[in-house]
């Protein structure tokens, strides 16, 4: 028996309504049904994946994330700079370039939860935006294993399509 893909993730949500609102508007998330758990919690829709956001009284990891591939990088980047979502901080940037041409985003949103978006083909990215990027070589040293990783797995994992 094995897992054949990530159902949903769940993270705190202190002001649910706010989270709601960000994870609409950055990514297309539609609420969906959700059951009374006796707390506050909306169930989102994104593909075929959920994002469950709930109201507890604790504070959101540092560094622990997930990741979203978007279809319109720029868009998304553009979105989330208007709403002063990079996370600069976490590690030490907020995009890069990984092997592969794969664009990486982090942002943070209401509740403080760290989130990845990746995209494919970066080097097709505006110049304004490709301006804004950090080549992870440049930051950390990368052998030949390191650049051989991909982002992306499954038909669509290739030279061209990295995965992260």
Known sequence: MTAIRVNHVSVHAPDLEASVVWYRELFGAQPIPTPNF???VQWLGIGDTQVHLF???TDPPSHHHFAF???DFAAVYRRAGDRGAYDRDAF?????ELPGDTAQLY???PGGNLVE?????LS????DILAERKRLADVNPQDDENLSARLYLGPQSSAESPVS
Not at 92 to 96: D, I, M, R, S, Y
């Open 69 to 71: 591939a978007v279809d």
């Open 124 to 127: 097709e990215l505006p110049e």
């Open 38 to 40: 006796g707390m506050p």
């Open 55 to 57: 109201h507890r009284a």
């Open 117 to 121: 978006v990746d995209a494919p083909a």
């Open 92 to 96: 030490g940037h907020h995009f890069f």
């Open 107 to 109: 942002l943070r949103d």
